[in-house]
């Protein structure tokens, strides 16, 4: 007789059929909808499984390597992208500049953009709380594909930012969006990576109407470590990945940081 465990693990198997089925654009239409759907409870989840807690530690230690203009390439609601405005802002205020404690490998980019940072961001539902938690930051709002953006943009920005991102797209997603990381950035430019290691779904009321399909469609890592082929592999030198903060007793929030090489 099949058992209730049984009759998920075979949904389970069904929905990744067929999102594998899609092509990488309706991926990305199938996550927009999906975080529509999860916006109004994101943050609160984020909030009380301690998600929000840990990322924020984990930026403090990548404050030395920050520098505008930043791109959040997958921004949710802004969170991510908040810290490390204000720890910039921190750091200006003491009177010492972003990268005073780093040597970069090329001299930052000197870009012409409109804003000192922009929050880019599929779910049109997570950009609108976006909008509204970075107001006055000096912060433009952008929606594209995080696999495609705009040629205006690329090799533009001297920091590109991507948090809890990697675990929930499939292998060749993940080498996808690598390369649109590194033709956003200038030469020298640093991608910021908040991973958690190792990935679990944490319940939470927020999260029990979407839980069935992330546990179906997510591919983390297995080994955090072998994150940093998929850079290595496409233009970046790994600089850290040593700053751990615990989400709970079961699993952490990881940072890693890795600086484009790669010739424009």
């Avoid at 059929?17 to 092509?23: H, Q």
Wanted: glycine share 6%.
């Amino acid at each position: 007789m099949k058992t209730q465990k049984d009759a998920l693990k075979q949904a389970e198997q069904y929905i990744y059929e067929a999102y594998c089925s899609f092509t990488p654009a309706q991926r990305v239409s199938f996550f927009a909808m999906l975080y529509d759907r999860f916006s109004e409870g994101y943050d609160s989840h984020m909030e009380e499984t301690g998600h929000y807690r840990a990322i924020r530690r984990c930026l403090q230690f990548a404050m030395p390597y920050l520098r505008t203009p930043i791109l959040d390439i997958t921004a949710g609601t802004g969170e991510p992208l908040t810290y490390a405005l204000d720890f910039m802002d921190v750091s200006l205020g003491l009177g010492r500049g972003p990268l005073d404690m780093l040597v970069p490998r090329f001299a930052p980019y000197e870009a012409s953009l409109s804003h000192a940072a922009f929050a880019n961001e599929i779910s049109e539902r997570m950009l609108g709380k976006a909008r509204m938690k970075l107001a006055g930051m000096g912060v433009g709002f952008i929606s594209n594909n995080a696999y495609e953006l705009p040629k205006e943009l690329k090799g533009k920005f001297n920091t590109v930012l991507c948090a809890q991102t990697f675990h929930l797209v499939s292998d060749d997603d993940k080498t996808l969006l690598v390369r649109s990381m590194r033709d956003a950035l200038a030469p020298g430019g640093i991608a910021i990576v908040l991973e958690e290691d190792p990935f679990r779904i944490t319940q939470s009321v927020y999260i029990e109407s979407l839980s069935l399909f992330l546990r179906a469609i997510v591919r983390p890592i297995k080994y955090q470590e072998k994150l940093w082929v998929y850079f290595t592999n496409d233009g970046f030198t790994k600089l850290e990945d040593s700053a751990v903060s615990p989400i709970d007793s079961e699993h952490a929030m990881r940072l890693h940081i890795f600086q484009n090489i790669a010739q424009p």
